[in-house]
């Protein structure tokens, strides 16, 4: 079936660095994907949406600037966290659809446990 | 605006019982999808369900199970005869059938813990 790779699946980095976040769709195309952010024993939080080709649209309160989304092919969109702060340590979980109707599934990635120390 | 209450924070069973997850939703749409996903601890969600608004009928899937009503705006999940393997967190979701996968509307997952 349709399989979303999410890749690192664990990152440590120092305070003000960046770290940048992949997810991949394997076997079909994407043109929209999602990024959420998931703290400790709490639901996923859309931040924000990943069109191919095109500026991602984010949801509010989600800073544009901290949270850079690039969706430069119809398989790939990257979430960069720049500067990160310990603040930004969270889980980050991606999704994409795999547009195939009538029975258009939506399909997670592993996620990514970010820590900033 | 959609909203999906899950009242179970966690449920700890031992193996071979029964356990049943609720979900509670409110919409004032009356064409929605409903979805019932699990989250291993490994993080990734799996999609176990979805639901269409205008179709009630229960379903079974093996040892998982499925109560849709719409009178009381439900859709509880049951696994039957738990396993260590069923130990997760489950996420009820809600869409409308006209949002964008964007829209999707997660409830706060319910932690089950399965010991042999």
């Known amino acids: 079936g349709a399989v979303v790779s999410q890749h690192p699946s664990r990152v440590i980095c120092k305070s003000g660095t960046s770290v940048k976040i992949e997810c991949r769709s394997l076997?079909?195309?994407?043109?929209?994907m999602f990024w959420y952010r998931q703290f400790p024993k709490k639901s996923l939080m859309l931040m924000a949406t990943?069109?191919?080709?095109?500026?991602?649209?984010?949801e509010q309160g989600v800073e544009k600037d901290k949270f850079l989304i690039n969706h430069a092919s119809l398989t790939l969109s990257t979430l960069t966290v720049t500067s990160a702060h310990p603040e930004d340590s969270s889980f980050y979980i991606c999704s994409a659809s795999d547009g195939k109707l009538p029975d258009e599934k939506l399909f997670f990635g592993s996620g990514t446990q970010l820590s900033v120390l | 605006a959609q909203k999906v209450t899950q009242a179970q924070t966690e449920i700890s069973v031992v193996e071979k019982e029964d356990v049943t997850l609720d979900c509670v939703y409110e919409t004032r749409d009356t064409t929605y999808y409903l979805f019932w996903y699990k989250q291993p601890p490994s993080g990734e969600l799996v999609f176990l369900i979805r639901r269409n608004s205008f179709d009630e009928q229960n379903e079974i899937s093996g040892r998982y199970s499925w109560n849709f009503q719409k009178s009381t705006s439900s859709f509880n999940f049951t696994i039957t005869a738990s396993q260590v393997v069923d130990s997760a967190v489950y996420f009820c979701?809600?869409?409308?059938?006209?949002?964008?996968?964007?829209?999707?509307?997660f409830g706060a997952g319910t932690q089950v813990v399965v010991t042999p």
């Open positions: 076997d079909f195309q994407a043109t929209t």
């Open positions: 990943s069109n191919e080709g095109s500026k991602a649209t984010y």
């Open positions: 979701a809600l869409i409308l059938t006209t949002d964008s996968w964007g829209k999707l509307q």
